[in-house]
């Protein structure tokens, strides 16, 4: 009886241990990622604003089937929606099985005439449950090298399209 009642005692200052851990991490997370290439508005729009376009540059819709519904696109255990889009920027929801949805941000900015600034950034947020905020931790390792392969691919396709 003692040793079921350690375990369980045990069990519970454990289980309250690395939820008052995973509290010291934020519930808010962004991975970004930005390029600097030449090209021009119009290109930069046409590429990131089209989610069809995206096939171009981005290694999952080359690589699986990708299903359309509107301005929704579903590639495996993914669905990426298009929320919105300006001159200047553009905004998707994008739902991994098993995740809480990001919010994606593509911006183009400019430096000078006819280089910009791509940035990317992926926002997260979640609930207080210990899993979620160590699922978190990831984010930057996995998220961010993605998308500095992704990045570097839509610059060979600028580069391309300018070479024409």
Known sequence: ????????????????????????FPSTVIVSRAIELSANPTQIQKYTSDLKAWKYWMTDLKQNTV???GDTALVGTQRIHLVSKSDNSAT?????????????????????????????????????????????????????YKMETELANLRDVLLQENNK
Not at 4 to 9: E, H, P
Not at 99 to 108: D, F, N, S
């Open 1 to 24: 009886m003692r040793l079921i009642k350690l375990v369980v005692i045990s069990l519970m200052v454990l289980a309250a241990l690395i939820t008052g851990l995973s509290a010291l």
């Open 67 to 69: 299903q359309w519904k």
């Open 92 to 144: 998707f929801n994008w739902v991994a099985t098993g995740q809480r949805p990001y919010l994606v941000k593509l911006e183009w900015i400019p430096l000078q005439q006819g280089i910009y600034v791509i940035h990317w950034s992926f926002e997260q947020h979640v609930k207080w449950y210990p899993w979620e905020k160590f699922q978190t931790l990831l984010n930057e390792k996995v998220l961010g």
